[in-house]
């Protein structure tokens, strides 16, 4: 596990640049990396498989540890990380699903991703297929009233395959309170673990349920 | 002032959206609507057809663009309606972000042109759709004038892999005309200019230039715009557009038609302005001048100056 982090975090250093968003990208990694390392089904080889996993990373400042995590597992080289927001690069400050293998999503403004993954998690039901979507969010975008509706939508509609996550390093301007249980309030499967404990992690994402969305704060300090 | 004909209940572009929806969710698996609490009644018996690929969100218009998104990306092509403020301006972000941006295909068909919620203040007005919609790019733009209009060109657009957006109006044309998706239709030729009339304001632009020997093309495209047919029919460098909503979003298409020509340009539409009366569509066509009697009159002097 340590391993790993620091595996990433090597590779990260070698695309600098986002000294603005540096906390965020570190606040989601070890979350990205048991996601990618224990839970997701994906094919680097055929990124847009039907049967992959869907992962959409709705905070999409900061993506240097997710685009870290994706090189590590094959996207594309790890030299790619030097052109990190460069002219010559394909890895943006904020990421772009039509140059970076493995994004599903381009994203970057707050409370767009949660909505695109209903919909992907309703498209999957649609076609009765059971891969999961799961979308990241920070606790600083759920002041967006665009999550709010989403949230609502989700846990109305019962998306048992849709998992959200939420990366709590205490940004919001606006005290949230206890996000997982205000989830619970809205039909999720809601729970908390510490956003740096692998097991933890782990064992959260993995965890469905028959008839609720489930959602996962993950509290990084 | 001659009376503009507007749709009977029976004969609306709305309900038209209903049945064209209908049929060809019948033969395309891949079509799926989305609404947001608008138009749920008219669309009961899609809804009742296809459980599976509808769905009501509730009044939540950014989630509902989302949705659709998140359909697109998964192979579906989503169909999104509302009133036109909600449907383009409240979620114009989402429009921008997560169709354009991702360069996804989806369809978005608002109902409420203009002032055709006559009675219902500001709010409920759709007169910037089209003007900020033509900065988006990608995003193709159709303004049917007739309800029959409207199915033959949600026909050819629909799974063309583009954003698109389709406006209803009450108003209407009286007539059909044969109208292809990216083209502009030749309704006559002139002599003394070239008149651009856009969806449902041709049959008062042709009651305004009666008498006058004017080419007149039908606009139901607005993007992608067809300045090749324009080129060919502006002739005397004299142009006038006639647009339903805020006037002068077809100008800036107009002008890199005719870049390498000596071109005047007189641009009629709503003007900008918080309208605060209620009453009637016609109403507030007398208030902004948008009857035949006010166009010909602007058009006459616009040709004699």
């Given at each position: 596990m340590d391993d790993d982090i620091a595996r990433l975090g090597r590779l990260m250093k070698t695309g600098e640049g986002d000294e603005k968003h540096d906390p965020s990208a570190y606040s989601t990694l070890d979350v990205i990396w048991v996601l990618y390392d224990k839970i997701l089904r994906f094919d680097p080889e055929n990124p847009r498989s039907e049967d992959r996993d869907r992962f959409v990373l709705s905070k999409g400042h900061g993506p240097l540890g997710f685009y870290a995590v994706l090189a590590d597992k094959g996207y594309f080289p790890p030299e790619e990380l030097r052109h990190f927001m460069t002219w010559e690069g394909i890895l943006g400050g904020h990421p772009d699903r039509n140059q970076v293998p493995g994004v599903e999503a381009s994203t970057g403004s707050l409370g767009h991703g949660l909505p695109m993954a209903i919909g992907m998690a309703l498209g999957l039901r649609m076609k009765r297929r059971d891969r999961r979507v799961f979308v990241l969010l920070g606790d600083g975008e759920c002041n967006e009233g665009s999550v709010w509706e989403s949230v609502l939508l989700a846990g109305n509609l019962g998306l048992a395959n849709l998992t959200c996550i939420v990366i709590n390093n205490h940004s919001s301007t606006r005290d949230l309170g206890d996000l997982a249980q205000k989830l619970g309030t809205f039909g999720w499967a809601a729970t908390s673990v510490n956003g740096r404990d692998h097991a933890a992690i782990e064992a959260a994402l993995a965890h469905t349920d028959e008839r609720r969305p489930a959602a996962v704060v993950a509290d990084v300090g | 002032m001659a009376s503009l004909k507007t749709a009977g209940a029976a004969d609306t572009m709305r309900d038209q959206m209903a049945r064209t929806l209908e049929d060809l969710m019948a033969h395309d698996e891949r079509l799926a609507v989305v609404l947001a609490d608008i138009s749920t009644s008219q669309l009961k018996g899609v809804f009742r057809a296809y459980p599976e690929r509808t769905i009501n969100v509730g009044i939540m218009e950014q989630t509902m663009i989302g949705v659709c998104a998140g359909l697109a990306m998964e192979g579906f092509i989503p169909v999104a309606h509302s009133i036109t403020p909600f449907l383009v301006e409240r979620p114009y972000e989402q429009l921008k972000d997560d169709f354009c941006y991702q360069r996804l295909g989806g369809n978005f068909i608002s109902i409420?042109?203009?002032?055709?919620?006559?009675?219902?203040?500001?709010?409920?007005?759709?007169?910037g759709d089209v003007p900020i919609l033509r900065t988006l790019p990608g995003m193709e733009i159709v303004v049917p004038g007739t309800p029959d209009e409207f199915d033959t060109l949600f026909r050819e657009a629909y799974a063309d892999g583009a954003p698109t957006y389709f406006r209803l109006s009450a108003r209407r044309n009286a007539e059909d005309r044969p109208v292809r998706f990216g083209r502009l239709d030749v309704v006559r030729q002139g002599s003394r200019g070239t008149v651009l009339a856009v969806g449902p304001m041709l049959d008062v632009t042709m009651a305004a230039i009666a008498g006058l020997d004017l080419t007149v093309l039908y606009c139901a495209t607005i993007a992608p715009f067809d300045a090749e047919t324009l080129r060919a029919n502006a002739t005397t460098g004299d142009i006038v557009v006639v647009e339903p909503y805020y006037a002068g979003a077809l100008v800036p298409d107009v002008a890199a038609a005719l870049r390498d020509r000596r071109t005047r340009v007189e641009s009629i539409g709503v003007p900008r302005a918080v309208l605060t009366r209620y009453g009637t569509p016609e109403h507030h066509d007398v208030a902004l001048g948008l009857t035949p009697e006010g166009i010909g009159a602007r058009i006459r002097r616009f040709l004699d100056a």
């Open positions: - | 409420g042109a203009s002032y055709d919620y006559s009675t219902e203040g500001m709010t409920h007005h759709g007169t």
